[in-house]
């Protein structure tokens, strides 16, 4: 059994560096490089509390604000695989988010697109909605708020995609995802990490890398090692677990860590991630996990929840996440409840998943060559820990 301590600080790890140049700002003093660090560092060793607080306190302007959804969800929208849209419905996709990165951001949270809007959801509340108990129940909305944002704002007719990410778990580099004109271009290939080809190869985000806000492309530093972590024993290990308490944290971090490092760069940036478009098509694959793990044991699954409402802990003290917890969406759609989420055929969201076809052949999981890999690579994390060991014996880390 994780404890649940140990659990926490696992899911507070999803932090990556990143090669990309910054800029040192006044923020960057204030909080210090919060995309330094890595998979090993504590919640203690990152931005203080007040600090944090400072961000997260800006006040949206609600003026650009959709209204709240209303009526009964009748027709559910499909939400299905990149790899099984055809071309024609990845061109509308990719058209409508073009659409989102050109219009004005209504939000008035310093992004200058609507796009950046969403971003900025994100990173104002990086540390809210990370590591705890509101991470699934919060991206849920976020992705619900892209989609929403696609459809009404960009006349997209389609639902959200997502990336069918344990059929291609251990090679995402060959994932026609990344496909130049019918996806989302390929790796980092330019000055600083840069994407340089597909349609968002010219985008300027204007908010990240991680709390700072600077004019910057996309970058990527695609990590096929990484992108095991999305295979389907991993996914199904998460599913066999029986509560929220113990089903969040896993999601979190096997395949939610393992798609995020795996395209690396804005992706592994635990604060400003949204900058690349792929992160709405990771989180509608995890979103997808969590559906699947609900629809096992619904009655009971669709009131589960569990763990607290953030991360690192308040100077007054943690607090639990429950079903009236308040998800704040900044202005950029309507506020909800954990509970207005909890269902994706409720009141507020209305929409499922339709199931990978997986028609190219594609393999669920990987062959044994993979698993062999895995296991060599495993022997060496393990004599590298220990080597580390006997460097720090003097470490009282409690990892
Ligand atoms: C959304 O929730 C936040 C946090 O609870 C709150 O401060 C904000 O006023 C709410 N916004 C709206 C429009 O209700
Ligand atoms: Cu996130």
Redesign the pocket.
Known sequence: MVSVRSALALAVAFLASTSAARPHGLLEELLGDVTAGAPHSHPQDGPSWDALMKIANVQPS?EGMLPAKTGPCVEKLQRRAWSDLSKSEKKEYIDAELCLMKLPQKTNLGGKTRYDDLVKSHQLQAFLVHGDGLFLPFHRLQMHAHERALREECGYTGAQPYWDEEGEAGHFSTSEIFDEVYGFGGDGTGTGGCIETGPFKDYTLSTGLGYLNYDHCIIRKINDRESRLTAKKYVDACLALPTFAEAWPCIGRNPHNGGHRAVGGEMANPISSPGDPLFYLHHTFLDRVWWRWQALDKENRIKDIAGYTSNPEPPTGYVDAKLNT?L??Y?VT??ATVADVMDIGGDLLCHEYVDPQRKGGKKESWGKKEEKEEKEDEKEEKEDEKDKKDEETDDEDEE
Do not use: C
């Open positions: 609600l308040v704040n969406m202005g309507p506020n």
